[in-house]
């Protein structure tokens, strides 16, 4: 009885090269994004770490759409005062005892936290909590191994599983 024969060269089936090189593209690109993704959450973490906090006064407050809007005023370092409009859902307020989820008593003058990064006081986040760029950049990093894991796979299945 013969054995059945493996494969162990790609003359004898081009296919496997032709296969091979995007493949591996494919796993060097995932592998790059992956960490440009895990860059990126990293450089945000530390950038909300040196945020400080300063007090914002609502200008207008708009909960008939969805979603809620917000613009406000807050204070620059040097003084003057700056003007910024925001998603509300991230909002991080409370008003002796009111609960958060009852937006209809935010009325204009009302105060509430910011958090304004001192290196660019332009930029302003109403929640150190995960912003949606967080949320994109996580999602990215998990793709992108994703896809470099399916190319490894599809990279050990043509090879044989390394069966010589």
């Known amino acids: 009885m013969r054995r059945p024969t493996i494969v162990t060269s790609t003359r004898e ?41 300063v007090s914002a006064v609502v200008v207008k407050y708009t909960h008939l759409r969805n979603p809620a809007r917000v613009t406000f005023d807050y204070p620059l370092p040097n003084g003057a005062w700056a003007r910024a409009e925001k998603l509300a859902a991230r909002m991080n307020y409370s008003h002796e005892g009111v609960s958060g989820s009852n937006v209809f008593w935010i009325q204009p003058g009302f105060r509430f936290p910011v958090y304004v990064n001192p290196h660019n006081p332009m930029d302003v986040e109403l929640s150190m909590d995960a912003s949606p760029a967080n949320v994109m950049l996580i999602f990215g990093a998990v793709v992108s191994a994703m896809f470099a894991f399916g190319a490894l796979f599809f990279l050990a299945l043509l090879n044989g599983f390394g069966m010589r």
């Open 13 to 53: 089936n081009p296919i496997f090269t032709l296969f091979q090189v995007p493949l591996f593209l494919v796993f060097v690109c995932a592998v790059i994004a992956c960490v440009l993704c895990v860059r990126g959450i990293i450089r945000r973490k530390n950038d909300n770490q040196e945020r400080i906090e």
